[in-house]
Antibody
Framework: EVQLVASGGGLIQPGGSLRLSCAAS????????MTWVRQAPGKGFEWVSV???????YYADSVKGRFTISRDNSKNTLYLQMNSLRAEDTAVYYC????????????????WGQGALVTVSS | DIQLTQSPSFLSASVGDRVTITCRAS??????FAWYQQKPGKAPKLLIY???TLQSGVPSRFSGSGSGTEFTLTISSLQPEDFATYYC?????????FGGGTKVEIK
C-alpha cells in the first residue's frame, strides 16, 4: 500500500526551528517528485516546496531562505527543516507526492500524508 | 503567480442533486488541473487529474471538464458521503496554487 506518515509537528516559539519528517511506504521517495503543502487553521491550501528526483528544490516565496526540503534515501523519508518560524507559519503541513503522467507532466498530488500540525506561538 | 477563482464558496444541496463547481484561472493552464475532496480533519483526496481524468477508485458520478482557463467539477447525483469541501488546483507552474474551496452542505 502506498502511504505517507508525517511526524515532528508541535508547539514552537516564534524564531524557533522544527523539522518535519515524512516516512514513505509502497514507493521510493528518491525516484519521485515530493512536495509539502500547508493549510492554516480553517483556511485553504498553500504549496510550500518540492524536491525533484534529481535533487532540485523549489520554494514558495513566503518560506524561501527559511525552510529547506531534503530526503534520506536510506530511510525513504522526506524532511522539511523550518527555521525562523513565524506566527503565520502555523498550519497543518502535508507531505505528498506529485502525480505525473506518462510524459512526466504534473497532473495531480497523490497520495497525501495525514498532516502534522505546527503551531508557532509564544 | 496563477490565481484560481472557485465558485460558489458554499453550496447547499440535497441527496440526489446534480452539483456543479467552477474554477477560473488567471491565465491559460492547458489541462494541468486537478480537483480534490477534503473532509474535516482529513487529508485531501485526489478526485480528478489532468482536468478530466477520474482517479482510480473514485466513483463515476464525479466528472471534470475544461481546459485553458475554465474548469468544472460535476457530481451527477449527490450522495451522503459527498458532503465535504472541494478544492481546485493548477499544476501548470510553480508555485502550485489552489482555489479557495467550495463547501457542500446538506440542504
Amino acid at each position: 500500500e502506498v502511504q505517507l506518515v508525517a511526524s515532528g509537528g508541535g508547539l514552537i516559539q516564534p524564531g524557533g526551528s522544527l523539522r518535519l519528517s515524512c516516512a514513505a511506504s509502497g514507493f521510493t521517495v528518491s525516484t519521485n517528485y515530493m512536495t509539502w503543502v500547508r493549510q492554516a487553521p480553517g483556511k485553504g491550501f498553500e504549496w510550500v516546496s518540492v524536491i525533484y528526483s534529481g535533487g532540485t528544490a523549489y520554494y514558495a516565496d513566503s518560506v524561501k531562505g527559511r525552510f529547506t526540503i531534503s530526503r534520506d534515501n536510506s530511510k525513504n523519508t522526506l524532511y522539511l527543516q523550518m527555521n525562523s518560524l513565524r506566527a503565520e507559519d502555523t498550519a497543518v503541513y502535508y507531505c505528498a507526492r506529485e502525480f505525473r503522467d506518462g510524459g512526466n507532466s504534473r497532473v495531480g498530488i497523490d497520495p497525501w500524508g495525514q498532516g502534522a500540525l505546527v503551531t508557532v506561538s509564544s | 503567480d496563477i490565481q484560481l477563482t472557485q465558485s460558489p464558496s458554499f453550496l447547499s444541496a440535497s441527496v440526489g442533486d446534480r452539483v456543479t463547481i467552477t474554477c477560473r484561472a488567471s491565465q491559460g493552464i492547458s489541462s494541468y488541473f486537478a480537483w480534490y475532496q477534503q473532509k474535516p480533519g482529513k487529508a485531501p483526496k485526489l478526485l480528478i487529474y489532468a482536468a478530466s481524468t477520474l482517479q482510480s477508485g473514485v466513483p463515476s458520478r464525479f466528472s471534470g471538464s475544461g481546459s485553458g482557463t475554465e474548469f468544472t467539477l460535476t457530481i451527477s447525483s449527490l450522495q451522503p458521503e459527498d458532503f465535504a469541501t472541494y478544492y481546485c488546483q493548477q499544476l501548470n507552474s510553480y508555485p502550485l496554487t489552489f482555489g479557495g474551496g467550495t463547501k457542500v452542505e446538506i440542504k
